[in-house]
């Protein structure tokens, strides 16, 4: 099997048929990407959730949050996440990173990888809530990790690139149609780490949910 790795500096990858992977290595000034990465660690709104898998509640192995714009809620195997108010620094975040992906995020989902025994497996963010071409954009804080992703017809093909503290990548095109991408774990001793992945629930549960100023 063969695995390609995307560069570490900011670069753009087509995944056909249609999806596109952008890499900003440097989206967030290192000294500011360490203050923010203090702030939200130190925040009492991590929370141990459970999804469903094979039939069975299971523990997830990470942190959670998940904020957002008012009445808004993400459904996930099995659970159901409803947005808590925007921090002050992940809501001026979300300002910017609307600007630079050219697309409005009304949400966050935010993971807390406490050491590598914490991970993500496989999945797409194809959510019906995310509609058809969804736009995710995610940021890294902290530790650095592998972020891998494969076709889902030909699961052999992957990549994979190890997001830098402070970089933003952004997935956008058909790309959850087609592949899947996971944070895998790992061995070695690796500090803690936040992915900040923004996105937009384009039918909220709440038909009176309205962006906040």
């Given at each position: 099997?063969?695995?390609?790795?995307?560069?570490?500096?900011?670069c753009?990858?087509?995944?056909?048929?249609?999806g596109?992977?952008?890499?900003?290595?440097d989206?967030?000034?290192?000294?500011l990407?360490?203050?923010?990465?203090?702030?939200?660690?130190?925040?009492?709104?991590?929370?141990?959730?459970?999804?469903?898998?094979?039939?069975?509640?299971?523990?997830?192995?990470?942190?959670?949050?998940?904020?957002?714009?008012?009445g808004?809620s993400?459904a996930?195997?099995?659970d159901?996440?409803?947005?808590?108010?925007?921090?002050?620094?992940v809501?001026?975040?979300?300002?910017?990173?609307?600007?630079?992906?050219g697309c409005?995020?009304?949400?966050?989902?935010?993971?807390l990888?406490?050491?590598g025994?914490?991970?993500?497996?496989?999945?797409?963010?194809?959510?019906?809530?995310?509609?058809?071409?969804?736009?995710?954009?995610?940021?890294?804080?902290?530790?650095?990790?592998?972020?891998?992703l494969?076709?889902?017809?030909?699961?052999?093909?992957?990549?994979?690139?190890?997001?830098?503290?402070?970089s933003?990548?952004?997935m956008?095109?058909?790309l959850?149609?087609?592949?899947?991408?996971?944070?895998?774990?790992?061995?070695?001793?690796?500090?803690?780490r936040?992915?900040l992945?923004f996105?937009?629930?384009?039918r909220?549960?709440?038909?009176a949910?309205?962006?906040?100023?």
């Amino acid at each position: 099997m063969k695995v390609e790795s995307i560069p570490g500096d900011s670069c753009v990858k087509a995944l056909p048929p249609g999806g596109e992977l952008v890499y900003i290595h440097d989206f967030i000034e290192a000294s500011l990407a360490d203050e923010l990465f203090a702030n939200l660690i130190s925040e009492p709104f991590w929370q141990t959730r459970s999804i469903t898998m094979f039939g069975r509640r299971i523990i997830q192995p990470r942190k959670i949050a998940f904020q957002g714009d008012p009445g808004v809620s993400y459904a996930y195997s099995g659970d159901e996440y409803r947005a808590e108010p925007w921090h002050r620094d992940v809501a001026a975040l979300r300002n910017e990173i609307e600007s630079k992906a050219g697309c409005r995020l009304n949400c966050v989902l935010l993971n807390l990888y406490r050491d590598g025994r914490d991970s993500m497996g496989w999945h797409s963010d194809d959510e019906a809530e995310l509609g058809s071409c969804p736009t995710i954009a995610s940021v890294s804080l902290g530790a650095v990790r592998r972020f891998v992703l494969r076709e889902k017809a030909h699961r052999q093909r992957k990549l994979q690139i190890e997001p830098a503290s402070g970089s933003l990548m952004i997935m956008r095109g058909d790309l959850q149609h087609y592949w899947q991408h996971a944070l895998p774990k790992t061995a070695r001793a690796v500090g803690p780490r936040i992915n900040l992945t923004f996105r937009e629930i384009v039918r909220p549960r709440n038909p009176a949910a309205r962006r906040t100023p």
